[in-house]
T-cell receptor, first 115, second 113 residues
């Protein structure tokens, strides 16, 4: 039973380019969460999605960031016109039912470096 | 919104001794408190969790306690071993936004041989 998958594991972009991060949830999970971890800091919630729906995007910057979870395929976190401050580890997690108290399982993360 | 404070930020203990990490939360409606362990360059992994209807939970060398009145919860690791060295995060789930996990800032635990 494969766990949460993320790719790429490492991504290098120059300022102004686009970064596209992918997350495939665990089998049977239809709820996906994205978190950002700046160096030497904790994880900060960004966005929560179900298939074809954004449920909560209160932690996501209003500009340059977008997320989707299409009916088919992985969830995608897109960062347009990246800046150096976007350099961080981006983790996605998945859960089965999206209820309070339900365990979220984390992927290995994508480490984004903006030059 | 919910805010989770975690102390200390770094902790060094002798192998075999106990380690205690403390957290406080602000939203009295929070009802689920997971603890995650993150090794360098790895993903966060759930090690233990506690719900608001329980005051204490133990799993081998790891135990968590919850004081709902004071809005405190703590992680206790006994008989520490070198493999316990990692960053530990406490977290809380808001009742009003069931799936958003709010993390503490982390404690870097080092076990001295």
């Amino acid at each position: 039973n494969a766990g949460v998958m993320q790719n790429p594991r490492h991504l290098v972009r120059r300022r102004g380019q686009e970064a596209r991060l992918r997350c495939s949830p665990m089998k049977g999970h239809s709820h996906v969460y994205w978190y950002r971890q700046l160096p030497e800091e904790g994880l900060k919630f960004m966005v929560y999605l179900q298939k074809e729906n954004i449920i909560d995007e209160s932690g996501m910057p209003k500009e340059r960031f977008s997320a989707e979870f299409p009916k088919e395929g992985p969830s995608i976190l897109r960062i347009q016109q990246v800046v150096r401050g976007d350099s961080a580890a981006y983790f996605c997690a998945s859960s089965q039912a999206g209820t309070s108290g339900e365990t979220q399982y984390f992927g290995p993360g994508t480490r984004l470096l903006v030059l | 919104g919910e805010n989770v404070e975690q102390h200390p930020s770094t902790l060094s203990v002798q192998e075999g001794d106990s380690a205690v990490i403390k957290c406080t939360y602000s939203d009295s409606a929070s009802n689920y408190f997971p603890w995650y362990k993150q090794e360098l360059g790895k993903r966060p992994q759930l090690i233990i969790d506690i719900r608001s209807n329980v005051g204490e939970k133990k799993d081998q060398r790891i135990a968590v306690t919850l004081n709902k009145t004071a809005k405190h919860f703590s992680l206790h690791i006994t008989e520490t071993q070198p493999e316990d060295s990692a960053v530990y995060f406490c977290a809380a789930t808001q009742q009003s936004s069931a799936s958003k996990i709010i993390f503490g800032s982390g404690t870097r635990l080092s076990i001295r041989p």
